[in-house]
């Protein structure tokens, strides 16, 4: 964990318009900065940032939030991975909490490991574009494959020398430690002497998603039929084959905007398809498809294309993963590259706008595909036929989202058709697997329903007779009283206290808030403030708890802002809400107790309107004429001050 002091530091130099900026091109328009949004594809701009709320805000996709969750979004790192990127730009010294010996040791091996293998990434593009022999064969074919150097630079590629230990001997001479360097598979060990293991091969380096090296792929040059074609680093601390998708880190900004996945099998077919321009595409190295690797591709979309080759290896590699796909909801299709072409030769052979069509037009459905290749193999084989309906039937089954039920249904029919049997039986045996599914998750279940059920009840719970448009109105005051808190806490309220002091001083129950998220803020501002802490915005805006952050983001969303330029046509001062905090602090807060004091004379009203003694009966009237004149003390306050 990283200590709270590291972050209040990463914090403190935080520039959210140096960061934004750094991934998109902001121009100033006022107080705030505006460009083309990179979230989705637009002509004229409406992302705003503010670098005095350091909140940004995209008025045509909605997307909002501070530097850290735009980190976060943007490049699709965790909190930990956005606050180490924050800290290596500010130059800020990482400090841990302490942790196990053990998990201390891993995380030196890991580090040392990052090294060795940016030091090995430098020495192998050195090679492979200033010396003789990298330029003669490797250089020399990947240009011959088609691939400029600007592409090359893109994807850092290298070469290691034929000369049996030229790395091993260098990396020894910079002091890299030799069981490390056997543990990145760089070097081997024979005899008590180290030998470079991926000699006389062009060097692919693995990315993970902060663009550190975490692994080789290596491949032969010369024929040789003893030589497997690649080479891959074996598993380490920093590299697991089943959680890492090739060329992810350069894709992932593109598949965000194109709400598409492409997935190929080598890495040559996706540094062919940048090249062209295609740069939502990654590739899976030649493995079956994992769960963590599924999950990675759904950070980015929900929609995944598996471009393969048109043989049968092709097809089969295709295939598998299938049913992990559905459960983790993703929305598959399938496309077969013809004539015995791979992505790479395909898309050189045809050209960028022709392959795109092509992918356009040939997807198949990932479900319907996989039913006409295993009727196929099943032939007039009854036995094999049966194995195929359950088959279909188990997967089928395995889109469980509920929001998919009509998905499910029809892929029922059309197997249905295809198989050649009644729908009410594929239907049968369909809910035969469903159940059995359910039976095995059941409290899993029942817990989820609980809290949905609770969930429901909050929300009807604020249901009465009231328009649309008053409920609206009160969401807004409940924001606007919890902004003021959030922004002017710790401004003076009077000589003795403070915003916070008043606010907190004057009571606020719970159930004056009908939004319980902002309940939450509330609570956790007055848990900091009883603590001895000072919060502000920043406080919460670069929380781990992303509910959180993301709330106040909202909360604090761009208000109406006076131009600049009316200066120019008016002479005096014009009052902002930092004047008027006073006055906001105040109606926003009165407001909410005049809301409650209203549902307390409906109560009492409702109360009067049944049967009870004339003792009881003058209380209640005593009760509504005390409530009334509170209420007319409030309405008369609140007309008095600007109401926000």
Not at 616 to 644: A, F, P, S
């Amino acid at each position: 964990m990283i200590t709270q002091q590291t972050i209040q530091q990463i914090l403190s130099r935080i520039d959210i318009v140096e960061i934004v900026g750094g991934f998109v091109r902001l121009k100033k328009r006022g107080a705030n900065y505006m460009g083309l949004c990179p979230f989705h594809n637009e002509k004229s701009p409406s992302f705003t940032v503010s670098p005095v709320k350091e909140i940004y805000k995209c008025f045509g996709c909605g997307r909002s939030g501070n530097a850290i969750s735009f980190l976060m979004e943007h490049e699709k790192y965790s909190y930990v991975e956005a606050l180490r990127w924050l800290a290596n730009k500010y130059n800020v010294e990482v400090e841990e909490t302490e942790i196990s010996v053990e998990q201390k040791q891993q995380n030196q091996v890991a580090e040392s490991l990052y090294i060795i293998n940016g030091f090995a990434q430098k020495y192998f593009s050195d090679v492979l574009l200033n010396k003789e022999e990298g330029q003669d064969i490797a250089l020399s074919y990947l240009k011959h494959r088609g691939f400029n150097e600007n592409i090359i630079n893109k994807f850092q590629l290298g070469y290691c020398l034929e000369e049996k230990d030229a790395f091993a001997k260098t990396a020894l001479a910079a002091q890299y430690n030799s069981e490390f360097l056997q543990k990145s598979g760089l070097v081997i060990v024979r005899d008590d002497k180290t030998f470079d293991n991926y000699r006389g091969r062009i060097i692919f380096p693995i990315h993970n998603q902060t663009g550190k090296v975490i692994g080789f792929g290596a491949r032969i040059i010369k024929t040789n039929d003893r030589a497997p074609k690649y080479i891959n680093t074996p598993e380490n601390e920093i590299y697991i084959k089943s959680k890492i998708l090739y060329g992810s880190y350069f894709a992932r900004q593109a598949i965000d905007k194109n709400d598409e996945c492409l997935l190929v099998e080598g890495y040559t077919d996706v540094i062919s398809l940048h090249q062209a321009g295609i740069e939502n595409v990654v590739a899976s190295g030649g493995t079956s498809l994992t769960t963590d690797q599924l999950r990675l591709v759904k950070k980015y979309t929900n929609n995944l294309t598996i471009i393969y080759d048109g043989d049968s290896a092709g097809v089969k590699a295709a295939l598998r993963g299938l049913d992990m796909a559905l459960e983790e909801g993703l929305n598959v299709k399938l496309v077969l590259i013809p004539d015995k072409e791979d992505p790479d030769s395909y898309v050189n052979k045809v050209g960028a706008d022709a392959f795109r069509n092509f992918i356009a037009d040939n997807k198949k459905d990932f479900i319907l595909f996989q039913l006409e290749v295993s009727l196929k193999d099943a032939g007039t084989d009854s036995t094999k036929k049966a194995t195929v309906v359950n088959q279909v039937a188990e997967t089928i089954a395995k889109i469980n989202k509920a929001e998919d039920f009509t998905k499910q249904q029809d892929y029922i029919r059309q197997c249905s058709q295809l198989l050649k049997i009644e729908e009410t039986g594929l239907h049968t045996l369909v809910n035969k697997f469903i159940r059995e599914r359910i039976s095995k998750q059941e409290n899993k279940l029942q817990a989820e329903e609980i809290k949905i059920f609770d969930d429901q009840q909050t929300e009807n719970s604020f249901a009465d007779d009231e328009s649309f448009n008053l409920l609206f109105k009160d969401e807004m005051h409940e924001r606007a009283m919890v902004r003021s808190l959030i922004e002017f806490g710790l401004k003076e309220w009077d000589e003795k206290n403070k915003v916070a002091d008043y606010i907190f001083g004057e009571s606020i129950d719970h159930d004056m808030i009908d939004n319980k998220k902002l309940v939450r803020i509330l609570q956790t501002y007055k848990n900091w403030y009883d603590e001895g802490m000072e919060p502000t915005s920043k406080t919460f805006l670069y929380q781990e708890d992303q509910e959180l952050s993301t709330l106040v983001v909202s909360i604090m969303d761009f208000p109406y802002e006076i131009s600049p330029n009316w200066k120019e046509h008016f002479e005096g001062k014009i009052n902002t809400r930092e004047d008027l905090y006073k006055e906001e602090v105040f109606s926003t807060l009165n407001y909410l107790k005049l809301r409650k004091i209203k549902r307390l004379i409906d109560e009492n009203q409702k109360d009067l309107e049944k049967n009870h003694s004339a003792e009881e009966q003058i209380m209640l009237i005593e009760t509504h004429q005390h409530l009334k004149n509170m209420e007319r003390d409030l309405v008369h306050n609140l007309g008095t001050v600007i109401v926000k």
